[in-house]
């Protein structure tokens, strides 16, 4: 029999190599041989003992009523109701809630009804729930993407799936070095330049509140005032990525986005982190524009269906506890930003103290990036091959800098992605995730890596 015939960009995207799929594979065989491996590869939150409340419970109750009604039904394509009025209520970046409900008290006033009604009737219709943080991103670039305008622009430094994202909805992104680790934003007529040969083709600006790989996030208001200029003169679309919400340590918080910007804003956001329920596969998108969350009910019905239903109801009961039990939500959140946050200051400590490396404190999130010395990678090969003999050999996982980092080149007839080679310095480092490694596992991962080098 003749093997079936794949299209050429379809035998594109399955040659697609990545140290992560590598790492991870190895990583989850030896670690189920070594309990004393450590896995920092997982861009996953795990805090024991640290579960949101209301969650459980409300998977309980669902087992049994499936149990007594012997079915689970859909929900609407783009998410429960109550569940969108609950997602606006409490999980929508503060502006962008406050920027709507401006636009509903014009609204109820030009139409002579009562605000609180008019909000009540009107809030699920800027909310749509997605598969996951993934499925809100998709959604948005969709939104925007067209044959004449395929590019979207993004941090050089960013989460790899991103990049595949907007490849697989047929869009190029336009990787420029924006924003460093420390949250600092590059000279925005230095980056407005880089964009300029593609001025016309750029749909939308990809920019993660809170970076992964990195941990980047803007405090500074003269650093969120350089983005602001380079989003309005671009006057591009913003899809905001907020998977990482209100991550932010040492006390800090991002910095807020203007009205001008959120006016032309998509916010995706996601409940895998937050919540822990990366498996659940929830998030959601939210727009003042109405019309950009109506969109994801086609974009649902095509891609996904409704969002798994027991899911919804796990996250409705954990909503309604912003209301019913506050205190419980508070304390949630301040723990779990505790832990991680501890996680990361033992990290940083630990390689600074046992490897002599020095390694910048990430501003939020769940990673870190540990720079390596030139003339280990050298002594490796390269970078990636010294992240899999780590694996191997050493007893901890985590991704090289290789599945971060792009760039842009032209080429015959255009421009085109790429990765630098892993030999290059500006991907001699490791993403290491300390969301899932206990905090008594940080230093043992530290310890790993040096008994590792000296050994080698
Ligand atoms: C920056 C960023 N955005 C979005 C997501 C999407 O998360 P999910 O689709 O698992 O909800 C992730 C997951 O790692 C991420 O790191």
């Known amino acids: ?55 459980k419970e409300s998977l309980e109750e669902t087992a049994a009523t499936v149990m007594t009604e012997g079915r689970i039904g859909y929900t609407v394509p783009d998410g429960d109701n109550a569940l969108k009025k609950l997602i606006f209520k409490h999980s929508i970046p503060d502006e962008l809630q406050a920027l ?9 006033k030009k139409q002579g009804v ?18 996951g943080g993934t499925g809100a991103l998709g959604a948005a670039v969709s939104v925007f993407l067209t044959d004449q305008k395929n590019l979207i622009l993004v941090n050089q430094r960013t989460w790899q799936n991103h990049n595949l994202i907007v490849d697989m909805h047929g869009g190029m992104i336009w990787p420029v070095p924006l924003i460093d680790e420390q949250g600092r934003v590059a000279d925005p007529d230095s980056i407005l330049k880089l964009c300029h040969p593609v ?16 941990g980047a996030v803007i405090t500074d208001p003269a650093e969120q005032a350089k983005l602001e200029r380079i ?82 109801r796990g996250l409705i009961a954990h909503l309604k506890k912003y209301e019913t039990a506050p205190d419980e939500i508070t304390d949630y959140n301040k723990k ?53 003999d780590l694996v191997d050999r050493g007893g901890v996982s985590a991704i090289s800098g290789t599945v971060f980092e792009f760039r842009v080149r032209s080429t015959n007839n255009g421009y085109e992605v790429y990765t630098p080679l892993p030999t290059s310095p500006e991907v ?29």
Request: one cysteine or more; hydrophobic letters at 40%.
């Open 1 to 55: 029999m003749t093997e079936i015939k794949l299209p050429e960009p379809t035998v594109k995207t399955l040659s697609k190599k990545s140290t992560i799929t590598l790492v991870a594979g190895k990583a989850r065989v030896l670690s189920g041989q070594d309990p004393d491996f450590v896995r920092a590869d997982i861009g996953e939150l795990c805090a024991p003992g640290l579960f949101p409340p209301g969650y």
């Open 100 to 108: 709507i409900l401006e636009k509903f008290e014009d609204e109820a």
């Open 114 to 131: 009562d605000f609180e009604k008019y909000k009540e009737d009107n809030m699920q219709k800027h909310v749509a729930v997605t598969h």
């Open 199 to 214: 001025k016309d083709r750029i749909a939308g600006f990809l920019y993660t509140l809170i970076n992964n790989p990195d």
């Open 231 to 312: 989003i309005k003169e671009l006057g591009v679309p913003l899809i905001l990525d907020v998977a990482y919400h209100r991550m932010v340590f040492n006390g800090k918080e991002a910095q807020p986005f203007s009205p001008d910007v959120l006016r032309q804003t998509v916010v995706c956001g996601t409940y895998s982190k937050t919540l822990q329920i990366p498996g659940e596969r929830l998030g959601y998108i939210s727009c003042l524009d109405p019309r950009v969350a109506r969109f994801v009910y086609f974009y649902n019905r095509s891609h996904s269906g409704c969002p798994s239903v027991s899911p919804q």
């Open 336 to 388: 779990l930003l505790k832990e991680i946050e501890a996680r990361r200051n033992i990290l940083v400590e630990k390689v600074k103290e046992k490897l002599g490396w020095e390694m910048k404190h990430p501003g939020g999130a769940i990673y870190a990036i540990i720079p390596l010395p030139a003339d280990l990678i050298k002594e490796f090969g390269d970078v990636d091959k010294f992240t899999l």
């Open 428 to 456: 001699a480092y490791l993403r290491f995730c300390y969301g899932f490694t206990p905090l008594d596992r940080v230093e043992l991962a530290v310890d790993h890596i040096k008994n590792f080098l000296v050994a080698r």
